[in-house]
């Protein structure tokens, strides 16, 4: 493994740092664009505010680096902010940032009084009856490596994994409006897609970083 990049302009960044630094990941904080080295092989972009994270962003020159190592295909990871970063298109913001991940995102989905809240869900695909099923507190990368076991040679990240019940954490958080056809829907919560997966990008609307589950950042690793 390289290192994972963690864009530390504003927002939620040092969480993200945390849950790595349990994960034994080692990790470093993007401010300038000369922070993205060649040891980067993959990012975070964490919650926080978009349009403020757009503007840096732009300012920093760290913008021209990210958006290069998504197009290459590249493993990223937005929560929040992070996922209104990725998507092609906001319905109720005439900003697009990367615009990488297919989908159509609304910012403050919930409104003032429903803007924070904590659920709980399945995160993947949970049709796929191959799926690997991986519970909470249980290790994402043995799971998928006993799987690959014993289905021979197949990629990690083809594979279909089902966190059971994981806590979401919202805070004035985004949710999909429209799903593209690239883009794979991971979890809902009342009726509202909340989480997806496109390749190598991964946009969750709610914080992982912020509870002790390290399944998601785990499962990221492993692209
Ligand atoms: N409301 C923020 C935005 O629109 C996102 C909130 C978050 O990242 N916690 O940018």
Redesign the pocket.
């Known amino acids: 493994h390289g290192v994972t990049g963690i864009l530390a302009v504003q ?2 960044f040092a969480e993200h740092a945390a849950m790595l630094d349990r994960l034994g990941a080692p990790w470093k904080l993007l401010r300038a664009a000369e922070d993205f080295d060649d040891s980067i092989d993959r990012v975070i972009l964490p ?5 403020t ?1 757009g503007k840096l962003l732009r300012s920093t020159g760290l913008f021209e680096p990210i958006a290069a190592h998504i197009a290459a295909g590249k493993p990223v990871f937005g ?4 996922m ?1 970063l990725l998507a092609r298109k906001l319905d109720n913001d005439s900003n697009v940032y990367f615009g990488a991940l297919d989908a159509v995102v609304r ?2 989905a919930y409104g003032r009084q429903l803007g924070s809240f904590v659920a709980t869900a399945d995160f993947g695909a949970s049709d796929d009856a191959d799926a690997v099923v991986v519970a909470s507190g249980e290790s994402v990368s043995s799971a998928i490596s006993a799987a690959a076991g014993e289905e021979g040679a197949s990629e990690a990240s083809d594979m279909s994994v089902v966190l059971k019940d994981f806590p979401l954490v919202f ?4 949710f999909v409006a429209e799903v593209g056809e690239r883009a794979t829907v991971e979890t809902s919560v009342d009726g509202n897609v909340v989480g997806l997966r496109q390749g190598k990008i991964l946009a969750t609307a709610f ?1 992982p970083e912020l509870t002790d589950d390290t399944r998601i950042h785990e499962l990221f690793l492993s692209l």
């Open positions: 927002g939620a919650g926080g505010e978009s349009t994270q929560t929040c902010a992070g209104i910012r403050n805070i004035r958080g985004p914080h």
